[in-house]
Protein backbone atom coordinates (compact mmCIF):
# COMPACT_ATOMS: atom_id res chain seq x y z
CA UNK A 1 0.00 0.00 0.00
CA UNK A 2 3.23 2.16 0.54
CA UNK A 3 4.37 1.83 -2.77
CA UNK A 4 2.27 4.58 -4.75
CA UNK A 5 3.42 7.40 -2.16
CA UNK A 6 7.00 6.16 -2.21
CA UNK A 7 7.23 6.41 -5.88
CA UNK A 8 5.98 9.20 -6.14
CA UNK A 9 8.36 10.66 -3.82
CA UNK A 10 10.97 8.91 -5.36
CA UNK A 11 12.48 11.47 -8.02
CA UNK A 12 12.32 14.81 -5.31
CA UNK A 13 14.55 16.69 -9.00
CA UNK A 14 11.11 16.31 -10.97
CA UNK A 15 8.96 17.09 -8.23
CA UNK A 16 10.96 20.64 -7.65
CA UNK A 17 11.41 21.15 -11.00
CA UNK A 18 7.59 20.86 -11.85
CA UNK A 19 6.78 22.91 -8.85
CA UNK A 20 9.32 25.56 -9.84
CA UNK A 21 7.67 25.29 -13.41
CA UNK A 22 4.29 26.53 -12.11
CA UNK A 23 5.60 29.11 -9.75
CA UNK A 24 7.30 30.47 -12.95
CA UNK A 25 4.06 31.13 -14.48
CA UNK A 26 2.49 34.13 -14.74
CA UNK A 27 -1.65 35.04 -14.05
CA UNK A 28 -1.29 35.10 -17.34
CA UNK A 29 -0.43 32.24 -18.67
CA UNK A 30 -2.30 30.46 -15.82
CA UNK A 31 -5.47 31.52 -16.64
CA UNK A 32 -4.86 30.64 -20.76
CA UNK A 33 -4.11 27.15 -19.84
CA UNK A 34 -7.25 26.93 -17.58
CA UNK A 35 -9.02 28.94 -20.30
CA UNK A 36 -7.90 26.53 -23.13
CA UNK A 37 -9.30 23.59 -20.92
CA UNK A 38 -12.33 25.07 -20.76
CA UNK A 39 -13.86 23.70 -24.40
CA UNK A 40 -17.12 25.57 -23.92
CA UNK A 41 -15.33 28.90 -22.99
CA UNK A 42 -13.04 28.51 -26.10
CA UNK A 43 -16.15 28.36 -28.45
CA UNK A 44 -17.77 31.02 -27.14
CA UNK A 45 -14.65 32.60 -27.88
CA UNK A 46 -14.53 31.58 -30.93
CA UNK A 47 -18.24 32.51 -31.98
CA UNK A 48 -17.31 35.99 -30.28
CA UNK A 49 -14.28 36.81 -32.44
CA UNK A 50 -15.76 35.56 -35.89
CA UNK A 51 -19.08 38.03 -34.89
CA UNK A 52 -16.30 40.73 -34.92
CA UNK A 53 -14.69 39.68 -37.75
CA UNK A 54 -18.58 40.09 -39.04
CA UNK A 55 -18.99 43.00 -38.00
CA UNK A 56 -15.77 44.86 -39.26
CA UNK A 57 -16.32 43.04 -42.56
CA UNK A 58 -19.66 43.87 -43.06
CA UNK A 59 -19.76 46.04 -46.28
CA UNK A 60 -17.10 42.98 -47.74
CA UNK A 61 -19.05 40.03 -46.86
CA UNK A 62 -22.19 42.05 -48.27
CA UNK A 63 -20.49 42.32 -51.58
CA UNK A 64 -19.20 38.90 -51.76
CA UNK A 65 -22.98 37.11 -50.63
CA UNK A 66 -25.16 39.03 -51.22
CA UNK A 67 -26.34 42.65 -52.23
CA UNK A 68 -26.47 45.90 -50.52
CA UNK A 69 -28.41 46.03 -46.98
CA UNK A 70 -31.17 48.56 -48.61
CA UNK A 71 -31.41 47.54 -52.51
CA UNK A 72 -35.25 46.43 -53.30
CA UNK A 73 -35.65 43.59 -55.28
CA UNK A 74 -39.35 44.28 -55.85
CA UNK A 75 -39.01 41.45 -58.60
CA UNK A 76 -39.64 38.73 -56.11
CA UNK A 77 -42.59 39.81 -53.78
CA UNK A 78 -45.55 39.33 -54.68
CA UNK A 79 -47.65 42.59 -54.93
CA UNK A 80 -50.79 41.72 -53.28
CA UNK A 81 -49.96 39.81 -50.24
CA UNK A 82 -45.97 40.86 -49.99
CA UNK A 83 -44.58 37.72 -49.75
CA UNK A 84 -41.66 36.08 -51.10
CA UNK A 85 -42.53 34.68 -54.41
CA UNK A 86 -41.48 30.72 -55.42
CA UNK A 87 -40.65 31.40 -59.00
CA UNK A 88 -40.19 34.84 -59.93
CA UNK A 89 -40.08 34.25 -63.62
CA UNK A 90 -43.27 32.66 -63.68
CA UNK A 91 -47.32 33.29 -63.78
CA UNK A 92 -47.41 31.64 -60.49
CA UNK A 93 -47.96 33.47 -57.48
CA UNK A 94 -47.07 30.93 -55.40
CA UNK A 95 -45.16 31.94 -51.80
CA UNK A 96 -41.64 30.43 -51.04
CA UNK A 97 -41.87 28.87 -47.68
CA UNK A 98 -38.15 29.58 -47.67
CA UNK A 99 -38.16 33.17 -47.85
CA UNK A 100 -36.16 33.18 -52.11
CA UNK A 101 -33.06 31.32 -50.74
CA UNK A 102 -30.68 30.97 -52.91
CA UNK A 103 -27.06 30.93 -54.50
CA UNK A 104 -27.70 34.82 -55.13
CA UNK A 105 -29.46 35.42 -51.39
CA UNK A 106 -28.06 33.11 -48.90
CA UNK A 107 -30.68 33.86 -46.16
CA UNK A 108 -33.61 34.45 -48.33
CA UNK A 109 -35.06 38.11 -48.83
CA UNK A 110 -37.16 40.16 -46.54
CA UNK A 111 -41.09 40.14 -47.32
CA UNK A 112 -42.59 43.29 -49.10
CA UNK A 113 -39.56 45.22 -50.35
CA UNK A 114 -36.69 42.07 -50.91
CA UNK A 115 -34.04 43.50 -49.14
CA UNK A 116 -31.28 41.03 -49.00
CA UNK A 117 -31.54 39.36 -45.65
CA UNK A 118 -27.79 37.86 -45.18
CA UNK A 119 -26.34 41.75 -45.87
CA UNK A 120 -28.73 43.01 -43.45
CA UNK A 121 -28.07 40.61 -40.35
CA UNK A 122 -23.94 41.17 -40.88
CA UNK A 123 -25.10 45.16 -40.83
CA UNK A 124 -27.13 44.39 -37.95
CA UNK A 125 -24.27 42.58 -36.43
CA UNK A 126 -21.66 45.78 -37.04
CA UNK A 127 -24.82 47.91 -35.20
CA UNK A 128 -25.29 45.75 -32.13
CA UNK A 129 -21.91 45.00 -31.42
CA UNK A 130 -20.67 49.22 -31.88
CA UNK A 131 -23.56 50.09 -29.72
CA UNK A 132 -22.80 47.94 -26.62
CA UNK A 133 -19.45 47.82 -27.14
CA UNK A 134 -19.02 51.59 -26.97
CA UNK A 135 -21.88 51.57 -24.25
CA UNK A 136 -19.64 48.95 -22.02
CA UNK A 137 -16.65 51.18 -22.24
CA UNK A 138 -18.65 54.26 -21.19
CA UNK A 139 -19.87 51.96 -18.22
CA UNK A 140 -16.14 50.39 -17.40
CA UNK A 141 -14.44 53.85 -17.53
CA UNK A 142 -16.86 55.74 -14.75
CA UNK A 143 -17.72 52.68 -12.98
CA UNK A 144 -13.87 51.78 -12.51
CA UNK A 145 -13.34 55.26 -11.49
CA UNK A 146 -15.85 56.12 -9.10
CA UNK A 147 -15.67 52.33 -7.85
CA UNK A 148 -12.20 52.79 -6.87
CA UNK A 149 -12.51 56.73 -5.45
CA UNK A 150 -15.54 55.52 -3.17
CA UNK A 151 -13.68 52.01 -2.11
CA UNK A 152 -10.31 53.89 -1.76
CA UNK A 153 -11.22 57.23 0.02
CA UNK A 154 -13.99 55.69 1.85
CA UNK A 155 -16.28 58.11 4.34
CA UNK A 156 -18.38 60.79 2.97
CA UNK A 157 -17.23 59.99 -0.82
CA UNK A 158 -18.17 56.51 -0.36
CA UNK A 159 -21.48 57.61 0.96
CA UNK A 160 -22.08 59.67 -1.40
CA UNK A 161 -20.94 57.64 -4.44
CA UNK A 162 -22.93 54.75 -3.19
CA UNK A 163 -25.96 56.20 -2.70
CA UNK A 164 -25.64 57.56 -6.60
CA UNK A 165 -25.65 53.92 -7.34
CA UNK A 166 -28.57 52.92 -5.24
CA UNK A 167 -30.30 56.18 -7.07
CA UNK A 168 -29.56 54.79 -10.79
CA UNK A 169 -30.05 51.68 -9.93
CA UNK A 170 -33.59 51.91 -9.23
CA UNK A 171 -34.44 54.21 -12.03
CA UNK A 172 -36.58 52.78 -14.73
CA UNK A 173 -34.31 52.42 -17.46
CA UNK A 174 -36.29 51.28 -19.85
CA UNK A 175 -38.83 53.78 -19.53
CA UNK A 176 -36.77 56.66 -19.64
CA UNK A 177 -34.72 55.20 -22.79
CA UNK A 178 -38.33 55.14 -24.71
CA UNK A 179 -39.14 58.66 -23.30
CA UNK A 180 -35.60 59.95 -24.03
CA UNK A 181 -35.08 58.73 -27.47
CA UNK A 182 -38.35 59.26 -28.52
CA UNK A 183 -38.53 62.92 -28.54
CA UNK A 184 -34.98 63.37 -29.94
CA UNK A 185 -34.74 66.15 -32.10
CA UNK A 186 -33.44 65.42 -36.05
CA UNK A 187 -30.13 66.95 -34.80
CA UNK A 188 -27.98 67.73 -31.65
CA UNK A 189 -24.37 68.12 -30.59
CA UNK A 190 -23.06 68.17 -34.35
CA UNK A 191 -25.24 65.47 -34.79
CA UNK A 192 -27.79 64.15 -37.41
CA UNK A 193 -29.91 61.04 -37.80
CA UNK A 194 -29.16 57.51 -36.69
CA UNK A 195 -25.75 58.91 -35.55
CA UNK A 196 -27.41 61.07 -32.91
CA UNK A 197 -29.70 57.91 -32.20
CA UNK A 198 -26.43 55.50 -31.53
CA UNK A 199 -24.77 58.73 -29.44
CA UNK A 200 -27.71 58.85 -27.37
CA UNK A 201 -28.29 54.86 -26.76
CA UNK A 202 -24.41 54.95 -25.58
CA UNK A 203 -25.32 57.58 -23.42
CA UNK A 204 -28.39 55.89 -21.93
CA UNK A 205 -26.69 52.55 -21.69
CA UNK A 206 -23.51 53.66 -20.05
CA UNK A 207 -24.50 56.02 -17.87
CA UNK A 208 -27.20 54.88 -16.26
CA UNK A 209 -25.30 51.48 -16.09
CA UNK A 210 -22.46 51.93 -14.56
CA UNK A 211 -23.23 51.03 -11.07
CA UNK A 212 -22.95 48.05 -11.56
CA UNK A 213 -19.34 47.46 -12.43
CA UNK A 214 -18.85 50.06 -9.86
CA UNK A 215 -20.19 48.25 -7.17
CA UNK A 216 -18.09 45.05 -7.93
CA UNK A 217 -14.63 47.49 -8.17
CA UNK A 218 -15.88 49.01 -5.06
CA UNK A 219 -15.89 45.56 -3.23
CA UNK A 220 -12.58 44.70 -4.72
CA UNK A 221 -10.78 47.94 -3.57
CA UNK A 222 -12.01 47.80 0.11
CA UNK A 223 -10.67 43.99 0.11
CA UNK A 224 -7.38 45.25 -1.97
CA UNK A 225 -6.42 48.64 0.03
CA UNK A 226 -5.83 46.23 2.98
CA UNK A 227 -3.57 43.84 1.26
CA UNK A 228 -0.07 43.74 2.47
CA UNK A 229 1.32 45.26 -0.70
CA UNK A 230 -0.71 48.18 -0.54
CA UNK A 231 0.53 49.01 2.77
CA UNK A 232 3.84 48.35 1.96
CA UNK A 233 3.69 51.12 -0.82
CA UNK A 234 2.25 53.56 1.83
CA UNK A 235 5.01 52.81 4.43
CA UNK A 236 7.45 53.63 1.91
CA UNK A 237 5.73 57.12 1.48
CA UNK A 238 4.12 56.55 -2.17
CA UNK A 239 0.59 58.91 -2.54
CA UNK A 240 -2.50 57.77 -2.89
CA UNK A 241 -2.36 58.41 -6.93
CA UNK A 242 0.44 56.07 -7.04
CA UNK A 243 -1.12 53.42 -5.15
CA UNK A 244 -4.25 53.97 -6.81
CA UNK A 245 -2.86 53.76 -10.30
CA UNK A 246 0.74 51.37 -9.74
CA UNK A 247 -1.10 49.14 -7.11
CA UNK A 248 -4.72 48.77 -6.96
CA UNK A 249 -5.89 49.89 -11.05
CA UNK A 250 -3.42 46.75 -12.06
CA UNK A 251 -5.23 44.27 -10.23
CA UNK A 252 -8.40 45.14 -11.39
CA UNK A 253 -8.22 44.80 -14.41
CA UNK A 254 -9.52 40.69 -14.64
CA UNK A 255 -12.47 41.61 -12.85
CA UNK A 256 -13.32 44.50 -14.83
CA UNK A 257 -12.70 42.58 -18.26
CA UNK A 258 -14.23 39.24 -16.51
CA UNK A 259 -17.55 41.39 -16.17
CA UNK A 260 -17.26 43.30 -19.58
CA UNK A 261 -17.73 40.28 -21.46
CA UNK A 262 -21.38 39.29 -19.34
CA UNK A 263 -22.28 43.03 -20.13
CA UNK A 264 -21.81 43.52 -23.31
CA UNK A 265 -24.99 40.89 -24.22
CA UNK A 266 -27.11 42.51 -21.57
CA UNK A 267 -26.26 45.99 -23.54
CA UNK A 268 -26.88 44.27 -26.93
CA UNK A 269 -30.34 42.79 -25.57
CA UNK A 270 -31.26 46.25 -24.53
CA UNK A 271 -30.15 48.22 -28.19
CA UNK A 272 -32.23 45.34 -29.87
CA UNK A 273 -35.55 45.44 -27.70
CA UNK A 274 -35.28 49.36 -28.29
CA UNK A 275 -34.93 48.77 -32.09
CA UNK A 276 -37.88 46.23 -31.67
CA UNK A 277 -40.27 48.70 -29.77
CA UNK A 278 -39.63 51.59 -32.35
CA UNK A 279 -37.57 54.36 -30.55
CA UNK A 280 -33.94 52.87 -31.46
CA UNK A 281 -32.08 52.65 -34.80
CA UNK A 282 -34.95 54.33 -37.65
CA UNK A 283 -34.99 52.53 -40.47
CA UNK A 284 -33.33 51.79 -42.87
CA UNK A 285 -30.23 51.17 -40.91
CA UNK A 286 -30.15 47.71 -40.11
CA UNK A 287 -30.88 46.53 -36.60
CA UNK A 288 -31.48 42.97 -35.35
CA UNK A 289 -34.31 44.31 -32.95
CA UNK A 290 -35.98 46.43 -36.39
CA UNK A 291 -35.77 43.29 -38.12
CA UNK A 292 -37.66 41.27 -35.73
CA UNK A 293 -40.48 44.28 -35.55
CA UNK A 294 -40.83 43.94 -39.24
CA UNK A 295 -41.50 40.14 -39.16
CA UNK A 296 -43.93 39.72 -36.45
CA UNK A 297 -46.30 40.33 -39.77
CA UNK A 298 -45.30 37.96 -42.01
CA UNK A 299 -44.43 34.80 -38.97
CA UNK A 300 -46.66 32.78 -40.88
CA UNK A 301 -45.83 33.34 -44.42
CA UNK A 302 -42.06 33.84 -44.00
CA UNK A 303 -40.74 31.82 -40.72
CA UNK A 304 -37.46 32.69 -41.70
CA UNK A 305 -37.50 36.44 -41.54
CA UNK A 306 -38.49 35.56 -37.92
CA UNK A 307 -35.90 32.74 -37.25
CA UNK A 308 -32.96 34.33 -38.32
CA UNK A 309 -32.46 37.77 -36.67
CA UNK A 310 -33.81 36.01 -33.08
CA UNK A 311 -31.28 33.56 -33.94
CA UNK A 312 -28.57 35.81 -34.44
CA UNK A 313 -29.75 38.04 -31.23
CA UNK A 314 -29.71 34.42 -29.15
CA UNK A 315 -26.48 32.91 -30.65
CA UNK A 316 -24.22 36.33 -30.08
CA UNK A 317 -26.02 36.75 -26.52
CA UNK A 318 -24.92 32.94 -25.46
CA UNK A 319 -21.43 33.56 -27.01
CA UNK A 320 -21.19 36.37 -24.65
CA UNK A 321 -21.70 34.77 -21.58
CA UNK A 322 -20.52 31.48 -22.30
CA UNK A 323 -16.95 33.58 -22.82
CA UNK A 324 -17.66 35.61 -19.88
CA UNK A 325 -18.01 32.28 -17.90
CA UNK A 326 -14.91 31.17 -19.31
CA UNK A 327 -13.01 33.93 -18.93
CA UNK A 328 -14.37 33.88 -14.70
CA UNK A 329 -13.10 30.83 -14.10
CA UNK A 330 -10.04 31.00 -15.76
CA UNK A 331 -8.74 33.73 -13.40
CA UNK A 332 -10.80 32.29 -10.40
CA UNK A 333 -7.60 31.93 -7.83
CA UNK A 334 -9.64 29.10 -6.47
CA UNK A 335 -9.15 27.39 -9.46
CA UNK A 336 -6.94 23.82 -9.60
CA UNK A 337 -4.34 24.21 -11.94
Not at 201 to 223: C, M
Not at 242 to 254: A, D, K, S, W
Amino acid sequence: MDAPESSRHADPEAAAAEGADAASRSLRQIAWQRFRRDRVGMAGGVVVLLLILVALFAPLLASWFGDPPNEFHQDLIDPLTGGVLRDPDGPSTELDPWGGISSEHLLGVEPVNGRDLFSRIVYGARTSLLVATVATLVCVVIGTGLGVVAGYFGGWVDVLISRAMDIFLAFPLLLFAIALVGVIPDGAFGLSGNNLRIGVLVFIIGFFNWPYIGRIVRGQTLTLKEREFVEASRSLGAGSAHIVFREILPNLVTPVLVYSTLLIPTNILFEAALSFLGVGINPPMATWGGMLDNALRFYTTSPHFVIIPGLAIFVTVLAFNLFGDGLRDAFDPRSSD
